[in-house]
């Protein structure tokens, strides 16, 4: 997390600016998916991040509709494949999708839950996946703070969410005379958002993946690596970010 008030009061200062900047290609890495194994997805790639051998809770699971649940791509269903080595949690505020998800797959360890109150478990889960759910909620305090309490020291929230900067939204704007997205987003989240919101609530910003496919893979070989990296806000349609609960100073070392 870069702290910018650690420089200077005004979040407009040129300095911190640049500052922020430098922190955020530092923690930023562009990820060839080709170069990592034969078909490898962005899907295998999140799920490999969770893959920590300890409780992994994956917020939003339901997706909506049934028609996602029911695909073989569900990335729920993906990550249940981790089991028995990990523990499995999943969580949802839509109940009666839930109850079809607990009957249709006989899984246990799901939860109709308001990720934005109080934890259901504190300091529990060594992981928790948030995929495209951020922009769905209404308090971000609070859903930063749920996931925060809900980790243990040194736990991870893995997040993805829409980039509103991405030529895939801009390029809306010749055909619907706006920037149309899910009409249930109720927010745009950026980089700098994200890293004020850990400085907020405590979470360190760790790392900033743009996942390169087969297609983005041959376009940055002949355009050049440095040229994606650079226009990578412009180029990507979503982030994917991963935030970390800070080790309590006992269980770092310190005095």
Not at 39 to 53: C, E, I, P, S, Y
Not at 210 to 238: I, N, S, V
Request: aromatic share 14%; net charge negative.
């Amino acid at each position: 997390m870069f702290d910018w008030t650690a420089l200077s009061a005004d979040p407009n200062h040129g300095p911190s600016l640049v500052g922020w900047s430098d922190y955020y290609s530092s923690i930023s890495k562009l990820v060839f998916l080709p170069e990592l194994g034969k078909n490898k997805t962005h899907h295998d790639f999140v799920r490999d991040l969770l893959n920590v051998n300890g409780r992994v809770l994956d917020i939003g699971i339901a997706e909506h509709t049934l028609e996602y649940v029911t695909k073989s791509s569900w990335f729920h269903l993906k990550l249940r494949e981790l089991e028995p080595a990990n523990e499995i949690w999943g969580l949802d505020i839509n109940h009666e999708l839930i109850e079809y998800v607990r009957g249709h797959y006989g899984w246990d360890r799901l939860m109709t839950y308001d990720a934005t109150g109080e934890p259901f478990k504190r300091e529990y889960f060594d992981a928790i996946h948030a995929g495209d759910v951020i922009e769905h909620v209404d308090n971000l305090g609070g859903f930063i703070s749920f996931c925060r309490d809900s980790l243990k020291p040194g736990g991870q929230l893995v997040i993805s969410t829409p980039n509103p900067h991405a030529y895939e939204f801009i390029k809306r704007v010749w055909h619907h005379d706006s920037v149309p997205a899910n009409l249930e987003h109720t927010c745009w989240i950026t980089p700098p958002s994200m890293n004020e919101l850990c400085r907020r609530f405590g979470l360190e910003f760790e790392a900033s993946y743009y996942l390169c496919g087969k297609q983005k893979t041959r376009r940055a070989r002949y355009l050049g690596k440095r040229f994606y990296f650079k226009f990578r806000d412009f180029l990507w349609y979503e982030f994917l970010w991963v935030l970390r609960k800070p080790l309590a100073k006992a269980d770092s070392g310190a005095a």
